[in-house]
């Protein structure tokens, strides 16, 4: 999907289910041992992809009940002009589900670096129907490309709602995408 085209929200939310289903196939009988197998040190787990998923989407929370309850934006760097769109723009990059680039991800987004319990996968369903629920609560704010939002990584990173939906459904695409490689790799372990 290129950037500049944007999916409605019946589609995101499709994406999100499609990540819940998916999750639920090929990791859900995986045990804890295999869920938390790591190519390398460096590198995250099936289960630390999922908690990292987890981590991300719930910290949106908040800015989603301050939207749906009505309250003002008030961080003065989304009046900033340009900033909004450039960040959402920058972030909507990054989160492409086709680039299998490597990010390093803020401190406020990481997964947990102790093993994960194999429900992990049953969590991850969970929290997705959550995020799904906001989606569809979501659907009735009038010009979501309008409406701001502070990204809970730092205070001057602003975008649109609009921008939030689509990074939060690709990212989630992206995550999986790795977790489904580490199932390929070398030394992954076999149940």
């Known amino acids: 999907m290129s950037t500049n085209q944007f999916l409605n929200s019946i589609a995101l939310m499709q994406i999100?289910?499609?990540?819940?289903?998916?999750?639920?196939?090929l990791f859900g009988q995986l045990s804890a041992a295999a869920l938390?197998?790591?190519?390398?040190?460096?590198?995250?787990?099936?289960?630390?992809?999922l908690h990292h998923l987890m981590v991300t989407n719930t910290s949106y929370y908040p800015e989603?009940?301050?939207?749906?309850?009505?309250g003002a934006f008030t961080n003065p760097w989304?009046?900033?002009?340009?900033?909004?769109s450039f960040?959402?723009?920058?972030?909507?990059?990054?989160?492409?589900p086709a680039s299998a680039r490597a990010l390093k991800?803020?401190?406020?987004?990481?997964?947990?670096?102790?093993?994960?319990p194999a429900t992990i996968?049953?969590?991850?369903?969970?929290?997705?129907?959550?995020?799904?629920?906001y989606y569809n609560r979501l659907q009735q704010v009038p010009a979501p490309h309008k409406v701001l939002v502070t990204s809970p990584a730092a205070r001057f990173i602003t975008y649109s709602l609009s921008n939030t939906l689509?990074?939060?459904?690709?990212?989630?695409?992206?995550?999986?995408?790795q977790a489904k490689r580490i199932l390929q790799m070398p030394g992954f372990p076999a149940q």
């Open 16 to 25: 999100l289910q499609e990540a819940s289903s998916e999750s639920e196939q």
């Open 36 to 49: 938390n197998w790591k190519p390398s040190p460096d590198k995250w787990s099936i289960a630390q992809c």
């Open 166 to 177: 689509h990074i939060i459904a690709l990212h989630g695409q992206r995550h999986l995408n």
């Open 78 to 84: 989304g009046k900033i002009p340009f900033l909004p």
């Open 121 to 133: 996968v049953a969590d991850f369903v969970k929290q997705q129907q959550q995020t799904i629920n």
């Open 87 to 96: 960040f959402g723009q920058m972030l909507l990059k990054s989160v492409n």
């Open 64 to 70: 989603f009940e301050r939207i749906l309850n009505g």
């Open 105 to 116: 991800t803020t401190p406020v987004f990481a997964p947990s670096s102790s093993n994960l």
